[in-house]
């Protein structure tokens, strides 16, 4: 998701503060941070909000006193990032100097890295040793996904800080289960925060935000943030009432309509293959430019090989017709950025390879190759399910990966409207 604003923040107590901290000269060259993403949706689990995010370099100084700050302000304090083994990871060294603390190596931790790497069967480089420092007064948190172990403290002031590893994989695995349960039972209504992600396709977010907007006034004691993408938007809500989120559900449910996909947070591509599993059918792709990402977007949902059986991209004519039957004289007399094009390329998807329906598309993605009768972002797509074939033409906006993303939303969105026709 790439745009988001708080939305309706209305609850009458402003529940406590969360901050993070994002450790690494990376972040400040172009990576992308998604620690804050999943941060910000996580903590209201635990009615927190994340108040703040800071991105700070492969400095001491910089990370000291960003900790530091932020200890003062919240709390609590997430700091991912700078634990691992070589010269530039100084988050722990940082964090201790914050809160005039000594770091002790710890046997017992550097014994637990030994056996992982064992159980790989690889050689433990001599700086691996300095992750098995831990702050005074620190509690190691496990880390199964890699060797940096976790730590969680207490500041002076009595923030909880805890210091989780940098790389997504192992940093949000160790913050769901060894971080979130802490904060839900300490700070969390009753014990625990009801929360829903709410998705809708097919709407802009000044759309949904119009339908919305009489629903969520109604419901002042939840928090709202929404978050727009190419061609999909989500509602995150949370609050303290299960029966408030129930009737929250019902009211979100019948102003969104068919726009409606999900509300438990799964995905656009999950949410077409339960259509496609009520019906029974089996889905092949023929791709050009997408050059794949929608056959990657469909196998990004777990089970998808109950219900996708895989897809060809034929980039050239050539492979249009020896792929997918694409006739040579259709090609010549209208191109393969075409209509006729599409609907061709779907029907050999189908006939090829055996499925029930298949998705097509054809287009120009840029940045070059656009005329003025084909203009960059220019994309047919065509979808054929049993009796019946749909083909739609667009012009998307945005540079080359913006329009393959835009070209996979919409037409994973036509599958799921005819997946869906008259069934309950």
Not at 54 to 71: H, K, Q, W
Not at 258 to 273: H, K, L, M, N
């Amino acid at each position: 998701m790439i745009a988001k604003c708080l939305y309706h923040p209305v609850m009458a107590t402003e529940p406590p503060r969360a901050e993070s901290v994002c450790v690494g000269s990376e972040l400040l060259s172009g990576r992308v941070d998604t620690h804050t993403a999943h941060l910000a949706r996580r903590l209201k689990e635990a009615s927190l909000t994340l108040a703040r995010s800071t991105t700070v370099p492969d400095d001491l100084a910089a990370i000291r006193d960003a900790v530091s700050a932020a200890a003062a302000r919240s709390a609590v304090v997430i700091v991912s990032g700078g634990l691992g083994p070589t010269f530039d990871d100084l988050t722990r060294e940082a964090t201790a100097a914050a809160f005039g603390r000594a770091l002790a190596y710890k046997p017992a931790l550097y014994s637990r890295i030994l056996r992982r790497y064992a159980r790989y069967q690889l050689k433990v480089p001599a700086n691996n040793k300095r992750q098995a420092f831990l702050i005074e007064g620190a509690r190691a948190l496990d880390n199964p996904h890699g060797s940096a172990p976790g730590q969680r403290l207490r500041a002076p002031g009595g923030a909880l800080v805890y210091l989780l590893p940098g790389p997504p994989a192992e940093m949000h695995p160790m913050f769901d289960r060894r971080v979130l349960p802490e904060l839900a039972r300490r700070f969390a209504r009753d014990g625990k925060a009801a929360a829903r992600v709410f998705r809708f396709y097919g709407l802009a977010e000044a759309a949904c935000d119009q339908r919305l907007a009489p629903v969520l006034k109604d419901f002042p004691e939840f928090s709202f943030t929404i978050l727009a993408d190419l061609g999909l938007v989500e509602l995150h809500a949370c609050g303290p009432s299960s029966p408030a989120l129930a009737r929250l559900e019902r009211r979100v449910a019948s102003a969104m309509g068919a726009a409606y996909y999900s509300r438990d947070g799964e995905t656009f591509p999950a949410a077409v293959g339960t259509a496609l599993k009520r019906r029974g059918w089996r889905l092949a792709t023929a791709e050009s430019c997408t050059g794949g990402t929608l056959a990657g977007a469909l196998t990004s949902a777990p089970g998808s090989s109950e219900w996708f059986l895989g897809g060809a991209v034929a980039y050239s004519n050539a492979l249009k017709t020896l792929l997918l039957g694409v006739p040579e004289g259709l090609l010549a007399a209208h191109g393969a950025v075409s209509a006729e094009c599409a609907r061709a390329m779907a029907a050999g998807a189908r006939e090829r390879f055996g499925s029930d329906a298949s998705i097509a598309v054809t287009g120009i993605a840029g940045p070059g190759g656009g005329t003025k009768a084909k203009p960059v972002g220019l994309v047919h797509i065509a979808v054929s399910v049993p009796g019946r074939t749909e083909s739609a033409q667009r012009v998307f906006p945005g540079d080359r990966e913006q329009v393959r993303r835009r070209s996979v939303a919409f037409s994973l969105g036509l599958l799921r409207e005819l997946a869906s026709a008259s069934l309950p």
